[in-house]
């Protein structure tokens, strides 16, 4: 990699604006992306070392670290999670001018997240998955012939969407009879969300659901996939089906993180790739990628299974 003109702190700020401008990200993440870096700048600049002529080069993982220090013992410390989204948005920083040529090394990279700065999320095994699917399919088969749960609980398991994409599905979303495979086609309205626009391929058995759904309630293409909300699927995963499958509670964010340390283990996935497939902004990836290699390394059983009763 060539190595490109010194640049200060000032001058790469700047070009790192036009560069986010560039990205298709909503104004809020913009804002509060190159925010952050601007008050580590500020940081800096109290400890003497003024942006405008501080060269990017001589900033080290020990300044980061410093910084991050100061954040949370500060006069007006900032929450964990206020920090630790400070340190993604560094890193995305730092590996921005090292990928452009600006850094030789990336200061960041050295500077790991604290493990308990933010929660892991609750996630299933591949197991887990397996009896909730179980629970879910002979809720589907019973007297009521419940299917929405199945279907549900099918598609964000092999797609990894959020409950919201999920929700907003229509039934021509899903292409079951697509010559390249069954796929979902997750669609945003608002322009600038559009760059989360994916389409995310379906196994078999979740096919069998959609088709099951689809005759259950006689779906047109142009009807919502469900006529519920949120709220009440939930109320059913958590009274019909965690119960049966051994769990004390399940939810949509739990199939999406299940989903997820699937398909970050599994490594068939590059990260940019799971960045499309998770519909992720640079900020959103690089907070789940985090969170997805403390899963891995803890290696824990993601949700521990609901208490036996004792008898006798």
Not at 16 to 24: I, N, V
Not at 101 to 116: C, K
Not at 139 to 144: C, D, G, K, W
Not at 155 to 177: F, H, R, Y
Request: with cysteine; hydrophobic share 40%.
């Amino acid at each position: 990699m060539a190595r490109k003109i010194a640049l200060t702190l000032t001058e790469a700020l700047a070009r790192y604006e036009q560069h986010m401008a560039r990205r298709p990200l909503s104004d809020n993440s913009r804002k509060a992306f190159l925010g952050d870096v601007r008050i580590f700048a500020r940081f800096l600049e109290a400890q003497g070392r003024p942006a405008e002529r501080l060269p990017i080069h001589a900033i080290s993982a020990e300044h980061i670290q410093a910084f991050l220090a100061d954040q949370a013992r500060g006069r007006v410390a900032s929450s964990p999670k206020s920090i630790e989204r400070r340190l993604t948005s560094l890193k995305v920083f730092f590996r921005w001018l090292h990928e452009a040529g600006h850094l030789a090394h990336d200061p960041a990279d050295r500077v790991a997240y604290r493990p308990f700065i933010d929660p892991l999320p609750d996630y299933l095994s591949e197991h887990q998955v397996a009896r909730v699917l179980e629970a879910a399919q002979a809720l589907a088969q019973s007297a009521r012939r419940e299917v929405r749960p199945l279907t549900a609980i099918a598609l964000v398991w092999d797609t990894g969407i959020k409950k919201s994409e999920c929700l907003n599905l229509l039934v021509s979303d899903v292409a079951l009879d697509d010559p390249e495979g069954p796929t979902v086609w997750v669609r945003y309205d608002k322009r600038h969300l559009q760059f989360k626009e994916r389409r995310v391929p379906i196994g078999e058995q979740c096919v069998q659901a959609v088709r099951a759904h689809i005759a259950r309630y006689d779906l047109q293409p142009a009807d919502p996939l469900f006529d519920c909300t949120g709220r009440n699927l939930e109320y059913l995963f958590n009274r019909k089906i965690a119960p049966q499958a051994g769990l004390p509670a399940l939810t949509f964010e739990m199939l999406r993180w299940s989903c997820a340390v699937r398909d970050f283990q599994s490594g068939r996935w590059q990260p940019d790739q799971l960045q499309v497939r998770y519909g992720l902004s640079p900020v959103g990836w690089a907070e789940m990628l985090a969170k997805l290699q403390r899963l891995t390394q803890a290696a824990a059983p993601a949700v521990a299974p609901a208490p036996t009763k004792q008898t006798g």
